[in-house]
Nanobody, 123 residues
């Protein structure tokens, strides 16, 4: 599995941004996809997760009500729609996949494959 993020960039406080994660070379039909973020000097933290074959999404408390994770199985793409962005949302956003496991959480050790990240800067 290969993951490529896009859609990051500068955005004003209170603005919106939609990130995309293109999934390629997938050999499994079902896996947990997640978005993580990492601010400078901080640890990488989970933001949201979704199971590719359906089911509810998971959100970190900081993202609930403002962010929405979704998927397009035809395009093999996972999205993160972010609204009401705050300066504290600034960071590198990473797409991640957990192969073969469930989607019970968005803890970093659960995920096997990572993209290179896309930078989001809110000011």
């Amino acid at each position: 599995v290969q993951l490529v993020e896009s859609g990051g960039g500068p955005v004003q406080d209170g603005g919106s941004l939609k990130l995309s994660c293109a999934i390629s070379r997938a050999t499994f039909s079902s896996y947990c996809m997640a978005w993580f973020r990492q601010a400078p000097g901080e640890e990488r933290e989970g933001v949201a997760a979704i199971y590719t074959t359906g089911g509810g999404a998971l959100y970190a408390e900081s993202a609930a009500g403002r962010f929405e994770i979704s998927q397009d199985n035809v395009k093999n793409t996972v999205y993160l729609q972010m609204t009401s962005l705050k300066p504290e949302d600034t960071g590198m956003y990473y797409c991640a996949a957990r192969i073969g496991g469930g989607c019970s959480g968005i803890q970093l050790p659960l995920f096997d494959v990572w993209g290179q990240g896309t930078q989001v800067t809110v000011s």
